[in-house]
């Protein structure tokens, strides 16, 4: 219904509120008198919206209305209802997260739902609470009765207090004789939260009393030096080969920022990392270490959150949406893995963590420390120009040296077999070798499944996604198609379904597959897969890396999950399968993805006393990503791929955008497209961008959606930005839909 006038001028009256809708405004609520003075900026709100009511995000207040809002003041409507006390969202949180949204053409409300626990917007999740006793100073001076007595004389057994349940089991009695004695004064019976603690009977590290080199040392002094420079903003790339010790220079860097009265905040981009790092940062912290990732559960995650956003917790470790946790008075921010494209959200609100991270830094005048043996080429570039500083630690810990890599040409092995096979002599050999020793193997073929896709030799059609323009993934199993966009899945046929013939081929080995032959081929070895098939339920990840840490598992087959950051001292063979599906990929970033996914599972052999082997199976030896990440020679791979990127116009040195335009309807999309082509044209009169498209993307149709594709480049970052933002408003005036435009700045890939 519509608002009364406001009769007090003195509270604010009107409230500014963002939904989690993709729409790039605010919307204007009237605040009824009785909740006057009530909200605070960050705190939930429940808003009419339509016919609907939804939660939003107070981000202003007002006395009165605001000149510029052009809304007849009777059609404005009420808030619903006040939903926090004390905001959710910190003042620092509201500001970064208006930041990404306008960075990435984003949606402002869904970027703050986005940093928010799952499930803390739902009557869902609530506290975990358990009834308690204890005995007040009364118990003394009171003589009771004899059940009365039990209780007293169990809880003083028990330092005073009790659960409620544990102390009727243990008593004997029923309930009646405890709030006898409540109602007397001589126990107190109460409610406390419990925490689901992540790591609840977990088993933590010894913490190792390490020297540090001389390299870890200068950069730590650097780091810490900035840290204590009265609350300035500096931004390191710490670039440490495999097994160099950046992660004790993270730790004792984090302990300094403690001291300080400081907190810090770590992001890796995999959920599987978590378990290992946050072991051995509670090993050192202990409570003060809080845990976020999506692998927890809801009630934990929200814990967790609650815990840091109280101050309980002072070191917030997780992946990507980690970045926007509550921590206060935050002094330094580490993005492990920095070239990592986890740390981008491919869904809407789009965002990149690692530089959301750098802007958090920025924001709390903190210091930002990117680390990686292979960094991003905008991360290197950055620091090539000084706008971050450079620390360098080339050296592994112990003078081992790197593991002795070497390139199979596959070309060869076919005119051996005179047929395509999975696994080379050579790898073979080399298997049975370090089997031999005692030593284990990782094996990394970045692609799940059985068969790649499933061909008909008969026709030449392949089995593809009802929903999707990609061929279906032959899971074994459980003799399934999948597909591993929209996850359709259907039974695997005996014929073809085109033209009823018998001779399916399978095409293209996956996991799945290469685990089979390797378990065929050596029987004796206990052989683990780890994928997202097989990973997919909370804590295997763990129990299989511990297992295979501990020596009872002799090899690991996996997918890029097994790649980065991991310490197996045991390891001392890698192997490579298939390393070229990653340079075929129609992507400006291929070369560097295969060279930066190579270095890093090399990376994972010989790390303790013993020397290092790895073996990369490949068709195109010649490759510059390959014959560098043989060497571990980033800088070689920098110089041959900055010459490249700049010839080309792309990062670091133009900016990029993807508008992907979806929708079941290929003309209705085509019609948006085109609206919008033609707005970016009218906006970009000064030609500093150039558009390409609309075109069908890579993927032409995924999960039921025809894909079309628009791509600016600029030389300006601000250009591109205004270009943008111009042609988005006028398209939308000019009736296009923009429910079925997403837009990515910075995007990682072009698929």
């Not at 990435?104 to 940093?115: D, N, T, V």
């Not at 008593?171 to 409610?191: C, H």
């Not at 990394?444 to 993934?473: A, H, Y």
């Not at 628009?710 to 006028?730: C, H, M, P, W, Y």
């Amino acid at each position: 219904m519509p608002a009364s006038k406001p009769q007090n001028p003195k509270l604010p009256a009107y409230v500014e509120a963002v939904l989690p809708v993709p729409l790039r405004r605010s919307f204007t609520y009237c605040v009824p008198e009785v909740m006057r003075g009530a909200i605070k900026l960050g705190a939930r709100l429940k808003v009419p919206f339509g016919k609907r009511v939804l939660t939003g995000y107070a981000v202003k207040l007002h006395a009165e209305l605001p000149p510029d809002i052009e809304f007849d003041e009777s059609k404005i409507k009420n808030i619903v209802e006040i939903s926090d006390d004390e905001p959710l969202i910190t003042p620092e949180i509201l500001k970064l997260t208006q930041w990404t949204a306008d960075y990435y053409a984003s949606f402002w409300g869904e970027m703050l739902k986005a940093s928010l626990p799952a499930g803390i917007n739902t009557e869902k999740v609530r506290p975990k609470r358990r009834k308690a006793v204890r005995l007040s100073a009364l118990s003394k001076s009171l003589t009771p009765t004899e059940p009365q007595q039990r209780i007293i004389d169990l809880l003083e057994a028990s330092g005073g207090e009790m659960l409620f349940t544990q102390l009727l089991e243990k008593a004997g009695v029923g309930a009646s004789p405890i709030n006898t004695l409540a109602k007397r004064g001589i126990v107190e019976v109460y409610v406390e939260d419990v925490r689901r603690d992540p790591l609840a009977g977990a088993a933590f590290p010894a913490r190792e009393d390490l020297t540090l080199t001389g390299e870890q040392q200068a950069a730590l002094d650097q780091i810490t030096a900035a840290i204590g420079d009265d609350g300035k903003f500096k931004a390191f790339l710490l670039h440490g080969v495999t097994g160099s010790g950046k992660t004790e220079v993270y730790i004792r860097a984090m302990q300094f920022a403690l001291d300080a009265g400081l907190s810090a905040m770590m992001l890796v981009p995999e959920i599987a990392l978590t378990p290992v790092f946050s072991r051995r940062l509670r090993s050192v912290f202990g409570s003060d270490v809080a845990i976020l990732h999506s692998n927890l559960s809801q009630g934990e995650r929200y814990d967790e959150w609650r815990r840091i956003r109280r101050g309980d917790a002072r070191i917030a470790i997780g992946t990507r949406s980690a970045v926007f946790a509550p921590l206060e008075n935050i002094g330094l921010v580490i993005v492990d893995e920095e070239h990592d494209p986890s740390y981008r959200q491919h869904e809407s609100p789009f965002y990149n963590a690692r530089d959301v991270g750098v802007m958090r830094a920025h924001l709390a005048g903190a210091v930002v420390v990117l680390g990686s043996a292979t960094p991003a080429m905008e991360s290197f570039h950055n620091a090539q120009t000084g706008k971050y500083t450079y620390l360098h630690l080339p050296d592994r810990i112990g003078g081992r040296g790197l593991a002795a890599a070497e390139l199979v040409d596959m070309r060869d092995v076919f005119k051996r077999f005179g047929k395509d096979v999975a696994l080379s002599p050579e790898l073979l050999d080399a298997i049975a070798e370090t089997h031999a020793k005692g030593e284990q193997v990782i094996i990394l073929l970045n692609r799940r499944g059985f068969s790649q896709f499933v061909l008909c030799r008969t026709c030449g059609e392949t089995l593809k996604c009802k929903n999707c323009d990609i061929t279906l993934t032959f899971h074994r199993g459980d003799g399934k198609l999948l597909c591993h966009y929209c996850n359709y899945r259907e039974k695997a046929p005996r014929v073809c379904p085109h033209c009823q013939s018998e001779y399916l081929y399978f095409v293209g080995e996956g996991t799945e597959n290469i685990a089979d032959q390797l378990a065929k081929k050596f029987p004796a070895m206990r052989i683990a897969r780890v994928d997202r098939d097989t990973m997919a339920h909370k804590g295997e990840m763990e129990d299989v890396l511990l297992r295979f840490a501990a020596g009872s598992i002799d090899m690991l087959v996996g997918t890029q999950m097994i790649a980065k950051g991991h310490d197996f001292p045991n390891v001392t063979l890698v192997g490579v399968i298939s390393v070229d599906i990653g340079l075929g990929l129609p992507d400006l970033r291929s070369a560097e993805r295969t060279f930066q996914l190579i270095t890093q599972v090399a990376g994972r052999s010989g790390r303790g006393e013993k020397a290092g082997r790895v073996l990369i199976q490949t068709y195109y030896p010649e490759h510059y990503a390959l014959r560098h990440a043989v060497r571990q020679d980033y800088e070689g791979f920098y110089a041959e791929e900055i010459k490249f990127r700049q010839r080309l116009g792309y990062p670091p040195f133009f900016v990029l955008a993807s508008i992907m335009i979806k929708h079941r309807d290929l003309a209705y999309a085509s019609r948006t497209a085109n609206i919008l082509r033609r707005e970016l044209d009218a906006a970009n009169s000064a030609r500093h961008c150039r558009i390409l498209g609309p075109a069908p993307a890579s993927i032409s149709r995924l999960k039921n959606e025809f894909r079309l594709q628009v791509i600016l480049k600029g030389s300006s970052r601000k250009a591109l930005r205004d270009t943008l933002q111009i042609a988005l408003a006028n398209a939308e005036n000019d009736g296009a839909d923009m429910r079925c435009v997403y837009v990515e700045i910075d995007p990682v890939n072009l698929m």
